[in-house]
Structure formats: structure tokens, C-alpha cells
């Protein structure tokens, strides 16, 4: 999910196995050119890994690229929308119990992104999908307050973290922060939180639907992780971002 130089020749990498979760592992001598370590310190690759284990600390001992999504070098739009999900995905399993519906999600998550001719919109998606697997899914069946079903365009309420009608009690005061959802963005919201993996990113969306459920999704993300997210960014101002963070390779 990530890697550091450290110390004179070694990488030190952020690995999200399934049964351990994300851990720090050292690869010792994997920035020289010679190693061969280094192909498996490629960021975002998926790895047969061989740790040593010592003092409570990970080392790679040996290993096996299995699948290294060459893909995600295509384009500038893919590379970032994998860099997104990646720092939400990291941000997210650093402080939860390891669980491998986690490494389950970002495989699916990192193939589709390599594949898709809308990485973006997927790695929006899934981070949305990883928020719910960590028990912070939004009401999106009913209304959140009265609990009645909700028809048409609806409005979400941060606040309550759900729908709301339009009924009085409901309502909720227009200063609170909340922002309109259209019945196409709920329909590929509720896919996305009850899809299986395998189908979780089968779908088709009109332009209106991309941008309306990216805009949620983006505020979505920052109000639960009170985080501001800023990779993404990257896309609309080019020029003005530090590209370093993208390397995919050692040097
Ligand atoms: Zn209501």
C-alpha cells in the first residue's frame, strides 16, 4: 500500500495482508537494483510474501509477484484514483482489527481500477464499500429519523448520516449540512453497499449520476474520516501538486 526508502539501500513497505492486517515490513537491500527483493516493493502489487519475524517486527525474506496491475501506469487518472483508495484504505486498517474483508475489497478495488475506463468513479465507490464493511454504512433504506420509505430525489443529512422526507419533523433545519441525492446516485450507492465483491463494480451509470454520487462520496468520506482527502485533487489542478507521492518504483 505504500513504500519509504529507509536507512542506506532498504525499503520499508506498508503491506495489507488477510490475516494480519496492515503491517510495516522491512525489505532489506530492495532499493538496489540488484535485489530481488525489489520487484516485490513495487506499490500496489499482489504478493506471495515470505516474512522473517523478529522482535514483533516484519522483514521480507523472499516472495512472488503474482499479479503487479501494470495497468495502473496507463494513465495519470489511473495511477491517481489507486493513490486515493490506497491512502483511505491504509488510513482505515491502521486502526481496525485485521480482517481479510478488507484485503478482499481492495483486490477487487485495485483490478477494477486497473481495468476500468473510470478509476476514478471506482475508487470513489470503494472507499464507500470499506467505510460500511468498518460499521459506518449510511441509512440509505428509509427515512433516517421516521424510518418511512422515501421516494424520488431525496436529501442526505451528514448530520444524521442518512436520508431524510420531506415531513416536518423530518426536514431538519436548511442551514444543516446535507445535499441532494438523485434516485439513479441512491440505486449505485445501495449496489455498492449490498453487491458481493465479484459483482460489487457491474454496473452502468449516466454522467448526471458520476457527479452527483462523486459529490457525495467525496464529503462522505471527510465527514466520517475528518480527513480532507487531497489526491484526487491532483486531476483538476496538474500543475500544482507534488507528483512524488505517485512513484511506483524504487528510485
Ligand atoms: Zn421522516
Known amino acids: 500500500m505504500a513504500a519509504f526508502p529507509y536507512r542506506d ?3 520499508m513497505l506498508h503491506i495489507l495482508t488477510p490475516d494480519y492486517g496492515l503491517i ?3 525489505a532489506r537491500g530492495a532499493c538496489s537494483v540488484k535485489s530481488k527483493l525489489r520487484p516485490l516493493t513495487n506499490l500496489f ?5 515470505e516474512f522473517f519475524y523478529q522482535k514483533e517486527r516484519f522483514y521480507v525474506d523472499d516472495g512472488e509477484v503474482i499479479e503487479a496491475f501494470l495497468d495502473l501506469s496507463d494513465s495519470i487518472e489511473h495511477l491517481t484514483a489507486v493513490s486515493h483508495a490506497a491512502e483511505v484504505f491504509r488510513d482505515l486498517t491502521r486502526n481496525s482489527p485485521p480482517d481479510s474483508k478488507y484485503f478482499d475489497l481492495w483486490a477487487y478495488t485495485v483490478y477494477e481500477i486497473s481495468q476500468s475506463e473510470h478509476p476514478v468513479l471506482i475508487s470513489r465507490l470503494s472507499t464507500l464499500r470499506l467505510l460500511a464493511e468498518a460499521g459506518y454504512a449510511p441509512h440509505l ?3 433516517c429519523i421516521c424510518q418511512r420509505p422515501v421516494r424520488g430525489e431525496v436529501s442526505f443529512s451528514f448530520r444524521s448520516s442518512g436520508i431524510l422526507c420531506g415531513r416536518r419533523d423530518c426536514k431538519g433545519k436548511p442551514t444543516e449540512d446535507s445535499i441532494r441525492l438523485s434516485e439513479g446516485t441512491q440505486a449505485l450507492l445501495r449496489h455498492i453497499l449490498a453487491a458481493p465483491l465479484n459483482r460489487l463494480y457491474r454496473f452502468t451509470v449516466s454522467d448526471d449520476v458520476v457527479e452527483n454520487a462523486s459529490q457525495f462520496l467525496d464529503l462522505y468520506l471527510c465527514e466520517k474520516m475528518e480527513k480532507d ?3 484526487l485533487d491532483l ?3 496538474p500543475f500544482e501538486m507534488d507528483l512524488s507521492g505517485l512513484k511506483r518504483n524504487c528510485d
Do not use: G, T
Request: positive net charge; glycine residues 0%.
Open 9 to 11: 539501500r532498504d525499503r
Open 24 to 26: 510495516s515490513a522491512s
Open 45 to 49: 502489487s499482489l504478493c506471495n510474501f
Open 141 to 143: 433504506d428509509s427515512c
Open 229 to 231: 482527502y487531497k489526491k
Open 235 to 237: 486531476l483538476e489542478f
